[in-house]
């Protein structure tokens, strides 16, 4: 796990919000090139690494996203300040009070800032502090330079469209816990590293070979839209899982979601990889998440036709003030190389997109018993 904290601290120090992601996958594709991975980048910036199996297609992808939530400067305010929007889905609740970074375009100028509520001040605004509502409309970034008008702004080199970077801090805890922003999705990187990175070292040849697709855009909806050619079968999202009341997803185990927004994931392939946890005693959870969208759901959207799952280490207050456990980033990493040394679900079927009914898998292994032959007879 020294390899795994040592990337995750990594990636959880490079600001990469969602559209500006360069210098964060430019570090994770240097880390694959000492791998020895292959290694080919899209022209958007998505990253493919392969790590090659035993024999030839299809191949099968594991996937994760290096982009975070984030917000955009919409305008340059009177009072000196910066109106932002939120980049991906999540509350101002959480941004009241965090520090963050401002990019400008020239790369040599950015600047700390930090998110205020507009009544931030009580001994000024009194209850109103408390009283007044929750949104983005509501907050401000003050930045920590002397300004005190919007040409002030002009004159430091910021504009519309500047990227905002809310600082991760992450914290090792005692007992294993590390708390930080952006847990959701550098976690499931490092835990996805540390699986090739355990496979390499051991010399191991895989039965087939397998993708690391590195999105960076997934917190808008449109992550792994690209990167894959079609001559994959299957693909597991790596994300976390939601740690709440009403969900059984824990931080210290790795969690198999049978369900998202979008719908169910692959029946047969979720149960395998919860056959695969039984066999190897890897601790786990089975969960769904009603509010919840991942890599997945736009790679079928794309319309490429692969068996999909999704697992997630367990994360409390996820878009929040986010905390995992380093249990459940092991148990992700144990899952996905126990999983990438095994075949495919179907080995034989899923060689390739089409085949014929009487070869497809249907009722021996999801049967499905005509209603009248349920019912009690009389």
């Not at 007044?132 to 005190?148: A, F, K, T």
Request: net charge negative; glycine share 10%; with cysteine.
């Amino acid at each position: 796990m020294v390899y795994v904290q040592d990337v995750l601290l990594h990636l959880l120090r490079t600001p990469s919000p969602t559209g500006r992601t360069d210098q964060v996958v430019q570090y994770i594709g240097e880390r694959l090139l000492e791998l020895g991975l292959e290694l080919s980048v899209t022209r958007r910036g998505l990253l493919n690494a392969t790590l090659q199996g035993g024999r030839p297609g299809p191949d099968r992808a594991v996937v994760v996203h290096a982009d975070t939530i984030g917000a955009m400067v919409t305008r340059l305010k009177d009072n000196g300040r910066l109106e932002i929007t939120p980049l991906g889905t999540h509350s101002a609740r959480f941004a009241e009070g965090a520090h963050v970074t401002v990019f400008t375009d020239c790369h040599e100028l950015s600047y700390t800032g930090t998110v205020l509520p507009l009544k931030s001040s009580g001994h000024q605004y009194g209850e109103e502090v408390d009283t007044q509502g929750i949104g983005w409309p509501l907050v401000e970034v003050r930045i920590d330079e002397p300004v005190s008008d919007a040409a002030d702004l002009v004159a430091l080199g910021m504009h519309v469209g500047d990227f905002v970077a809310f600082d991760a801090n992450p914290i090792l805890a005692s007992g294993g816990f590390v708390k930080s922003r952006h847990l959701d999705d550098k976690a499931g990187i490092a835990a996805a590293m540390g699986a090739f990175q355990a496979l390499v070292e051991s010399g191991i040849r895989l039965p087939v070979s397998a993708h690391l697709l590195v999105t960076i855009a997934e917190e808008v909806g449109h992550g792994a839209t690209h990167g894959l050619d079609t001559n994959v079968a299957e693909m597991i999202a790596v994300d976390n899982a939601v740690v709440a009341a009403g969900q059984q997803s824990r931080e210290d185990r790795v969690n198999i979601a049978m369900l998202d927004s979008t719908g169910p994931f692959d029946y047969h392939f979720s149960r395998r990889l919860l056959s695969l946890c039984g066999d190897h005693d890897i601790p786990f959870t089975r969960d769904t998440f009603r509010h919840y969208r991942s890599d997945a759901a736009s790679a079928v959207e794309a319309g490429l036709e692969m068996r999909t799952a999704l697992i997630g280490f367990g994360v409390d207050s996820s878009h929040g003030h986010e905390r995992t456990h380093f249990r459940g980033i092991q148990a992700v990493a144990e899952l996905l190389a126990v999983y990438l040394q095994s075949d495919l679900t179907f080995p034989e079927w899923d060689t390739s997109e089409r085949g014929t009914l009487e070869d497809f898998p249907s009722g021996s292994v999801q049967p499905a018993p005509l209603e009248d032959l349920r019912r009690p007879t009389d």
